[in-house]
């Protein structure tokens, strides 16, 4: 088997029988939502940095204590995921690359349950392989970016990454400082109303207006709350950049 074929069969990733675990996060997502503290399962040698400090399978992130922002992009292993994922949504702050295989018991357990946002990603992308190439073939199956705790899911909201952005939920904090602040709601009507559009409204152009707004300078989770007012508002959810009027 020549080396181009092992790895050209990244779809192994759903085989009972994977050939390797070392699919490594693309340089670019990293860029894009970085910088991270911590990435708790790293390659022993790491082409690129991934995170301030990392742990590899010698120590056994697993066993380790995670601080900070963490980055994960788990081993693909079966019966492992669970494992990490289960870490990570009992941490509650960082970002998880994993494949959108929404309708497993994972899934449900340590991300519909935990996580704060997602980001399902256009198109699939291509690993790289433990010399830093990208692999030939793509990751062969959908992936899905998953925030856990409110600065991930800005970040996530935020980046330049293609795809659908998912609000998951919100702090019971945040929720509670939009309901006591009826000027949060006024400062949102005001923006829609200077959109001035009947039709689809973008949350983007709603927030241009917002933090122009005196009453929203410095607010903490300004975006957030916005997002928020909106969604109760419309009584639906909202994606990235796109809110649909009932
Ligand atoms: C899918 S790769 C992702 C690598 C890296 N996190 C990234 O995003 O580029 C999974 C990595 O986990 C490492 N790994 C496997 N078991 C581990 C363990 N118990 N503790 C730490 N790392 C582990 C593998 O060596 C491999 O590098």
Redesign the pocket.
Known sequence: MTKTSRYAGIGGHHSNRPQT?????PPSI?AALGPFDL??????D?PYP?AAR??????????QRWEGRV???????NG?IEKWLGRMGEHGCGSA?IFARTETEAFFRHVWERASALLFMRGRIN??L?DGRRADGNAGAPTVLCAYGMHDADVLAACEIDGQFVPLRFPRSVLVAVLADATWMEIVREAVASAGADGPVRVADIWDVVRTDPKAAGKEHARAKVRQVLQRGAGMSIGRDQWIPA
């Not at 675990?21 to 996060?25: C, F």
């Not at 990435?39 to 022993?44: K, M, N, Q, R």
């Not at 980055?71 to 292993?77: D, F, G, V």
């Open positions: 675990v070392e699919w490594l996060t990293i990435d708790p399962c790293a390659p022993v790491q991934t990392t742990f590899t399978r010698r120590e056994n992130g697993l066993l980055r994960l992009n788990p081993p693909y292993t492992e690359l690993f790289h433990p």
